[in-house]
């Protein structure tokens, strides 16, 4: 397949693998965080809506 | 806070369920053809249509986009409506999107028995249908953003979450996937080729499994099975968590696929890291719903929709650890192109898919029909009848893969390979015969409940327009004791569905530009070149026949493939390859240095009777190849089409290319009658035996004299 801007070698691809890790990360702390402060009786609710219908 | 009245559609639920079970019926009596095609190669019956090569994608098709497809949308319409408190947002949707579905299935089948087919697995179709494919799938977004955004219930469910990553990937996966130049009404050549586009592929091919067969019927299971243990799920805050972590991890699991292949290794660790970590997500799904039963599980004692949940969501559990245990590579030396994979594949599909949505068509048709289900015992028969054929099917395939991998690998003390390949499929028939029968077991379990939800729905009456009332939506949200930031995105289905596109797009750029972008990925070699108009007529024949099912064509840097096949293959090797053809299952040899191996002869006896050339070989015949006369009209279109893709081609070449096509096939027959065999210089298996002649042919030898012909 042509492209237009072939990059020569490998070198610095790393940058690649590293922002995802950071971007991955980051989400992952600040959901858990959330997740563990989150208010019980709002969950409690959401979670029985397929049954109050 | 004024109470509205409003109407759930039942009507297109009960279409998709009809759809559902018929497709499966269609999809599994496909799947039981092959599986007795293959230890009784008669049953091709010598038709090109009715041929192993055609009907495994038709089976593929049917089960994966019409039976689970169909099974999904009866979910989802059901689901969405009562979570929004809202009817389907556009009936005309509702209906365009089912009658414009089956019609996608019908054109499936058509089009694939007879050939016509793009040569990557589970996305067969070619470009006109996957045109129809990305229409319908948009008519489906609409109307299910429209009914979350008309809804009259504030929170989303986390069952909407599912459904919506579901839509947001797959249009994406499919768009990608899907880029193909044509070069007439029905055929095209992917844009990718080689390495690129196995990549593509597998990026493709693992995330269908992930957002067509895994996160919709989560998202269903996350209605379904609170209601029918009439318990609310276990814990919402692992929803949460592992519904993210699974769309994030999963899109960069696809280079599993292609582990000792000639892909960068980089990317091979990266599928294999990201496939170990999928674990946890997975199980996340699994635990909450198996946990959602802890302290009533006598319920499931009674209950035959609820066994059928248990078993499919173990069955997804079993699944989800084996794959990532197939990802590991030392592993994965072993199970690769066996019949592991095939049992593997088979214990997410029949346990998974097949018995969730079995336990959703037993408890929602009695529902919308208005009447108890006709047989609570025939239901529960058909469980168990079901979970053995599962456990039939499945634990032959795991000894013959094992048994098969172990074969291959053995050397004698000499240090010779001690098995011959066919040996090695002779030795696995039994084993065959055994998975044949477990799939004849799992049908009639089918038939069963065809019966019995025949007899439920001819003693009820569909309630085609359900009546519900709710009231309207406020102007603001309420507010809870503490604010927090999912509360937020989960009343805003857009930024869900953004956010979603956003989690799974990291994966796929991350693993797929860098290979595109970077010279140094795919070593060029010198010595390969295009293939000659002859070859690629005769490769597009290979693709057509479906070939690449039963034979791959990728030798792997193991002592024992090196031994066996040659020189194992290289990734430059690929780059004009439109569409790859590497090949995921070995029911016959690999085929990647069958260039030259045999003479033309050889080929010509064993295409039109495997049997007279290697004795007890299930191969097929493929006698319609002596009589089909290459299509030498379309040439031109054929390699201009390759030239567009950047294949060099001198330019104009498209109007010398029958000539050479010609010269070619006559050397070819020449050749052949020397041995007193006859056949016009145009008969397809003339392109057919160029081809393979050629086939990982071009890293060994100096430029042949076909080559030099091109550079006139």
Redesign the interface.
């Known amino acids: ?3 237009i ?6 070198t610095g ?1 790393d940058i ?2 590293l ?2 890790l950071t ?2 990360f980051t ?2 702390v600040g ?2 965080i ?6 019980k ?11 109050d ?1 | 806070m004024q109470v509205e009245k409003f109407y759930y559609d039942n009507r297109i639920v009960k279409q998709f369920a009809f759809a559902t079970i018929l497709w499966g019926v269609v999809g599994m009596l496909a799947g039981l053809l092959i599986a007795v095609q293959i230890y009784l190669p008669a049953a091709n019956f010598g038709l090109p249509f009715t041929t192993f090569g055609r009907v495994r994608p038709v089976h593929t098709n049917a089960v994966i986009f019409a039976f689970v497809g169909n099974g999904m949308f009866m979910g989802v319409y059901y689901s969405l409506q009562r979570l929004c408190k809202a009817r389907m947002f556009n009936d005309t949707l509702s209906k365009i999107h089912f009658w414009g579905w089956q019609l996608i299935i019908v054109l499936a089948a058509v089009t694939l028995l007879a050939g016509y087919t793009s040569g990557k697995e589970y996305a067969e179709l070619e470009w006109p249908i996957d045109i129809l494919i990305a229409l319908i799938w948009i008519v489906f977004g609409i109307n299910m953003f429209g009914t979350i955004i008309k809804r009259r219930e504030s929170h989303l469910y986390v069952a909407i979450w599912f459904f919506i990553a579901t839509w947001i990937t797959v249009t994406m996966l499919h768009v990608v996937n899907s880029f193909e130049l044509p070069f007439s009404w029905l055929k095209s050549y992917s844009f990718y080729a080689g390495v690129q586009d196995a990549l593509v592929q597998w990026w493709y091919g693992h995330n269908a499994v992930a957002f067509f067969l895994t996160t919709p019927y989560l998202g269903v299971m996350y209605y379904f099975l609170p209601k029918a243990a009439n318990r609310p799920v276990y814990s919402y805050r692992l929803s949460i968590i592992h519904f993210w972590a699974l769309i994030f991890l999963y899109i960069w699991a696809g280079p599993h696929h292609l582990l000792y292949t000639a892909l960068p290794d980089w990317a091979q660790s990266l599928g294999t890291v990201f496939s170990i970590m999928l674990i946890a997500p997975s199980w996340g799904g699994m635990l909450n719903g198996l946990f959602t039963l802890r302290g009533a599980w006598d319920k499931v004692r009674e209950d035959p929709i609820l066994k059928f949940m248990v078993v499919a969501i173990t069955c997804y559990g079993m699944s989800t650890f084996e794959g990532p245990m197939l990802s590991i590579k030392s592993v994965n030396a072993i199970t690769h192109f066996t019949d592991w994979t095939i049992a593997h594949v088979h214990v997410g599909a029949l346990g998974w898919n097949g018995f969730l949505t079995f336990g959703i068509l037993y408890w929602i048709i009695p529902r919308i029909f208005n009447t108890p289900l006709y047989s609570k015992k025939l239901a529960t028969n058909h469980f168990w009848i079901g979970t053995i054929g599962i456990i039939l099917y499945v634990i032959p395939m795991y000894w013959a893969g094992f048994t098969q991998a172990l074969m291959w690998k053995q050397f004698t003390e000499e240090g010779t390979l001690k098995f011959q390949f066919l040996e090695t499929v002779t030795h696995i028939i039994p084993m065959y015969i055994t998975r044949s029968i477990g799939g004849a077991l799992y049908l009639s379990g089918v038939f069963i409940m065809v019966y019995n939800l025949i007899k439920t729905v001819k003693a009820g009456s569909l309630v085609a327009d359900e009546a519900a009332e709710a009231p309207a939506l406020e102007a603001h949200v309420e507010t809870h004791s503490k604010q927090y930031w999912h509360r937020w995105i989960e009343a805003r289905p857009i930024q869900m569905l953004l956010f979603s596109l956003v989690a799974v797009a990291i994966g796929g750029i991350l693993e797929l530009v860098p290979t595109f972008l970077i010279k140094s990925n795919i070593p060029t070699i010198a010595a390969v070149k295009p293939y000659t108009p002859l070859e690629l007529q005769g490769r597009d024949i290979y693709v057509r026949e479906g070939c690449y099912l039963c034979h791959s064509q990728m030798v792997r840097p193991f002592r024992d493939e090196v031994a066996r096949y040659g020189e194992y293959s290289k990734a430059g090797e690929f780059v004009y390859d439109h569409p790859f053809q590497w090949g995921s299952k070995r029911t016959g040899p690999d085929l990647a240095r069958v260039g030259g191996k045999y003479p033309n002869s050889w080929h010509f006896n064993h295409m039109q009777d495997p049997q007279s050339m290697s004795p007890g070989s299930i191969m097929p015949s493929y006698i319609w190849l002596y009589k089909n006369k290459i299509d030498t009209a379309i040439t031109p279109a054929k390699i201009r089409a390759m030239i567009t893709l950047g294949v060099p081609y001198p330019k104009g070449y498209d109007l010398q290319a029958n000539a050479d096509l010609m010269n070619q096939a006559k050397e070819i027959q020449e050749n052949l009658k020397s041995e007193k065999l006859e056949t016009p210089a145009n008969a397809e298996i003339v392109a057919l035996i160029a081809y393979l002649q050629r086939v990982g042919t071009d890293i060994k030898n100096a430029p042949k004299p076909t080559v030099a012909a091109l550079s006139n």
């Open positions: 397949m042509k492209f801007h072939y990059l020569e070698t490998i691809v690649f693998g922002s995802s971007i991955f989400f992952f959901m858990t959330w997740v563990m402060t989150s208010d009786k709002s969950l409690d609710k959401i979670n029985h809506l397929p049954l219908n």
